[in-house]
């Protein structure tokens, strides 16, 4: 018994470095075999993204399409674990999961695994984990978010120009109010509903904007109520960081029973259920990031543990403007997506914002003990919070509460 013990210990041995090295030597496109964890399915704009992300890839690399193996409905759970587990057992040499809270059980999985690629999209830990084949990836959804509030600048500077606003559409400080449906207080929402913010400011001033949480990242129902709630105090803009079409169809409701409302979206173009009052949305060009992973794998070559691109990679868009927007929003657009793709601007320039009154000067983006205070990687250089910076992590980090929003329960 000891003997077929040795053996068979000795056989897995070299099939393992068998397996390396041929993932080292590089894998021809038709015999890579991909893996895809999706906390949801094609109900979820969150997963249609990565899911025509990944397929487009596959496309342009001519990746056989039978060659994805896709999860749909993972929850952040031991299922996440079950999933990779089956999909390294069924020969994936690379293997995609697309939520946060798949990051401990993937990073687990890939422990156990290491002739296998794992790509935890959105997570935060592969710097930390010591694992050379776990990666994590983020697009600068902040850049398309503030671009996305440009656009809802423009409409509410054309509202408020029109006389369209109501005395309930402005708090006591004579701010316009504008609302934002969060899933999660999680730094990728906070950084996302800051940026939108911003966009708005920069083209009028005095707005103050209400964030509601869900906390779920797909719940229509709650989503809904999250937005007819900031309607009924008034909010004249809703966003949205959360995966379904609940926000924007409850703005057109609310629309059709007389009052003046307008969205924007996130992941997909939302006038199919809110054709009135979808400005735009905020998207994300996910091939960018799927089409280098599996470059990386047919050539041989590591993936590095964070990986990140915006605008001046076109990993970053917002969708079509709604002809409601008025006259002069396409030109703003791209005056202002030129200036991000040659970074004459920063969405996160401190001198635009102030915490507690005070313009921040410093923001250690790197927890090293998991008590949610940075310890190490320096944000702010020269007055200018650099988010998603890969030589930090790719992740979002920017958690700072900014004057001007307030996050209610």
């Not at 401990?104 to 935060?124: K, L, N, R």
């Not at 005095?206 to 709630?229: C, G, L, Q």
Request: negative net charge.
């Amino acid at each position: 018994m000891k003997k077929l013990s040795s053996l068979l210990l000795a056989l897995a041995l070299v099939l393992s470095l068998c397996s390396a090295a041929f993932a080292a030597d590089g894998i021809a496109p038709e015999d890579l075999k991909i893996g895809m964890v999706c906390i949801g399915d094609d109900n979820s704009g969150y997963d249609i993204a990565h899911l025509t992300g990944l397929k487009t890839a596959m496309e342009t690399l001519g990746v056989p399409e039978g060659n994805m193996i896709p999860k749909y409905n993972v929850g952040e759970s031991e299922e996440a674990a079950d999933a990779c587990y089956d999909l390294a057992e069924n020969g994936c040499q690379i293997i995609f999961t697309d939520s946060y809270g798949h990051q401990s059980y993937t990073q687990q999985v890939a422990s156990e695994y290491p002739e296998i690629q794992f790509c935890a999209m959105t997570g935060d830990q592969a710097g930390l984990s010591g694992l050379t084949n776990l990666a994590n990836a983020f697009n600068h959804t902040f850049e398309s978010r503030y671009v996305s509030g440009v656009v809802a600048g423009m409409k509410l500077a054309e509202l408020i120009e029109n006389g369209e606003l109501a005395d309930e559409n402005y708090d006591a400080d004579g701010n316009v109010k504008i609302g934002y449906v969060g899933a999660f207080n999680f730094a990728e929402v906070v950084s996302g509903y800051t940026a939108f913010f911003l966009g708005i400011r920069s083209i009028v001033e005095n707005v103050h904007m209400d964030v509601r949480y869900t906390n779920s990242w797909y719940d229509p129902i709650a989503e809904a109520e999250a937005a007819n709630a900031l309607m009924a105090d008034g909010c004249v803009i809703i966003s949205q960081h959360a995966d379904s079409t609940g926000a924007p169809a409850a703005v057109q409701a609310y629309y059709e029973a007389g009052h003046t409302v307008y969205c924007v979206g996130y992941n997909i173009d939302m006038q199919s259920v809110a054709p009135d009052t979808a400005l735009t949305s905020a998207g994300n060009d996910w091939s960018k990031f799927y089409t280098y992973a599996l470059q990386c794998m047919i050539d041989g070559e590591d993936i590095p543990h964070d990986w990140s691109a915006g605008y001046s990679e076109d990993a970053n868009f917002i969708f079509d403007l709604n002809p409601c927007c008025p006259e002069g929003t396409a030109e703003k657009v791209e005056e202002v997506e030129a200036a991000l793709k040659d970074g004459s601007l920063q969405v996160f320039d401190c001198s635009t914002f102030t915490v507690e009154g005070e313009h921040p000067t410093s923001f250690l983006a790197i927890d090293l003990d998991g008590d949610f205070e940075g310890d190490e990687g320096e944000a702010i250089r020269d007055g200018i919070f650099y988010e998603s910076d890969p030589e930090l992590r790719s992740a979002p980090y920017f958690s700072l509460r900014i004057d001007g929003i307030t996050e209610l329960s």
